[in-house]
């Protein structure tokens, strides 16, 4: 089994309608969760940063924690066409080391 | 905002070569770390840098990489003896603390 896996998508959505991109994990360890999105031939842009289980909010974006389920998810309201990326997630566990483990990315479109 | 920047974004080097990739972490950052992507795989860890020196590396940061600090700004990548597979997009990141990870725009190398 895959460490970390999302999806690959392609994704394709109408402009304003809400997304919803999730990871899935097997290693219980992870205690930090990490969306980015990235554009192709780019860096990885850090979108949102969670600890634990829960929710957080920022803007259009809110990130889900499920640890009981090992299961994370990125929700996009209002989606708009420059949201048209790939979406990471990545994720580290609290013992000693600041390694990430990312998964594959899902490539999302928003189509006017 | 500021920004890891990475130099230079495309280098191209014949197969036993040695290559240095270069990076400016964001100023005031204290971890930073080297980031590898193949064409159409996962985002792979390499190594962390803390405290000048390395606090982890994976599997893949053997003898044939290596990692500098040299002043106060610059964080470099040394790769010797290029091989074909080492062909990727690099990425260097940057954080205050061991919870995020800002990543630069990535340098391509490609091994001929």
């Known amino acids: 089994q895959k460490e970390v896996e999302q999806d690959p998508g392609p994704l394709s959505v109408p402009e304003g309608a809400i997304v919803s991109l999730n990871c899935t994990y097997s290693?219980?360890?992870?205690?930090?969760f990490m969306w980015y999105r990235q554009y192709s031939r780019k860096g990885p842009e850090l979108l949102m940063y969670?600890?634990?289980?829960g929710n957080k909010e920022d803007g259009r974006f809110t990130a889900q924690v499920d640890k009981s389920s090992k299961y994370i998810s990125l929700f996009i309201r209002d989606s708009q066409p420059s949201d048209s990326a790939t979406y990471l997630c990545a994720m580290r566990s609290n013992n000693a080391g600041n390694m990430l483990t990312f998964g594959g990315g899902t490539r999302l479109m928003v189509k006017p | 905002e500021p920004e890891v920047t990475q130099t230079p974004s495309h280098q191209v080097t014949q197969m036993g070569q040695e290559v240095i990739l270069r990076c400016v972490p964001i100023s005031n950052h204290l971890y930073f770390y080297w980031y590898r992507q193949i064409l159409g795989q996962k985002v792979e860890f390499l190594v962390s840098?803390?405290?000048?020196?390395?606090?982890?590396k994976s599997e893949i940061f053997d003898d044939q990489f290596s990692v500098e600090r040299p002043d106060g700004s610059n964080f470099t990548l040394k790769i010797r003896s290029t091989k074909l597979e080492d062909s990727a997009m690099y990425f260097c990141a940057s954080g205050p603390q061991r919870t995020e990870a800002f990543f630069g725009q990535g340098t391509r190398l490609t091994v001929v």
């Open positions: 969670t600890y634990s289980s």
């Open positions: 290693n219980s360890a992870f205690q930090y």
């Open positions: 840098f803390y405290n000048n020196e390395i606090s982890e």
